[in-house]
């Protein structure tokens, strides 16, 4: 598959170790995708390395500065099929500096509760990100016997 558009998309959390909350943002343009819910994040430039590209990306559209954890694994090893010429791939991310803003492409944030699976699957997406929002729900889920223990 040469020639395919890598994007990289970051899953901000409040908290890599422990994440409660996700930061979403609803996109501005295009129009067929104004109004949709994305992970932030964008087109890895000729010579970049994947993980360059979505701190680089970060601070250009959100004004922020990150710590990367791990990546959120898909089933392709060139990501998430995003269309038939661009795939993504997502890395978890905290906010190391700085407030997010939407600065570029983007005309909200917002801070939804991972353990709200309705809530954030409730969201418009866009389309090709569902599958993506549904892992990462499925990565963060905390299993009852846990939630209930007291250490």
Not at 41 to 59: C, D, F, N, Q
Not at 138 to 148: F, G, I, N, R, Y
């Amino acid at each position: 598959m040469t020639g395919l558009i890598q994007v990289v998309g970051g899953a901000v959390v409040d908290n890599l170790a422990h994440p409660a909350a996700l930061l979403v943002a609803r996109r501005s343009a295009p129009e067929h995708l104004a109004g949709l819910w994305e992970f932030p994040g964008g087109k890895v430039e000729p010579g970049e390395e994947p993980e360059t590209a979505l701190v680089r990306e970060l601070a250009e559209e959100l004004g922020i500065a990150v710590r990367l954890g791990p990546e959120l694994p898909a089933e392709e090893p060139q990501g998430w099929p995003l269309n038939e010429r661009a795939s993504m791939r997502v890395w978890f991310a905290e906010v190391t500096r700085g407030n997010a803003l939407p600065l570029e492409d983007h005309d909200e944030l917002r801070w939804v509760d991972l353990q709200d699976r309705e809530a954030v699957l409730g969201l418009p997406w866009i389309p090709a990100d569902y599958p993506i929002v549904r892992s990462l729900l499925d990565s963060v889920a905390v299993p009852v016997q846990e939630s209930l223990r007291h250490d």
